[in-house]
Each structure stands twice: as structure tokens, then as C-alpha cells.
């Protein structure tokens, strides 16, 4: 694996830590397995899509829109 510096000018410490985060990073992915997803982030979830937060249109539907405090 090689890392290339682009932009700046990194002390050697903020390099190492770069470094491990990428080696950590690597070798999860790597002993992860195949057939199985990774957790989903909130964000990317669909069910978050699935929330109503607006009553149903209908007769009594304005009744509906007005949570007491």
C-alpha cells in the first residue's frame, strides 16, 4: 500500500494517525464477511422514509394536526 501526500505538509504524527485509521479501515473490510451488508447509517435507511408526519387527508384530518404540548 502506498499513501501519497497531495496537499500540506503533515507532521509525522498526523501521518502515523492517518495511517492507522486507513490499516484499521483495510483490515476490517477484509475480515468482514462476504455475504453479510454492513450496518446502515440512519441517513441511508429507507424506513426513515416511512414515517408520517402529516395526518392522512380526510374529513376530520385538521383535528388531527394539533399536539397539546
Do not use: C, H
Not at 14 to 38: C, D, K, N
Amino acid at each position: 500500500m502506498t499513501i501519497k501526500v497531495v496537499r500540506g505538509n503533515p507532521t509525522p504524527e498526523e501521518l502515523a494517525a492517518a495511517l492507522a485509521v486507513v490499516r484499521f479501515r483495510a483490515a476490517a473490510a477484509q475480515a468482514a464477511p462476504s455475504g453479510v451488508p454492513g450496518p446502515r447509517d440512519a441517513w441511508s435507511d429507507p424506513a426513515r422514509l416511512a414515517v408520517r408526519r402529516v395526518p392522512p387527508p380526510g374529513e376530520a384530518s385538521w383535528a388531527r394536526t394539533y399536539w397539546p404540548g
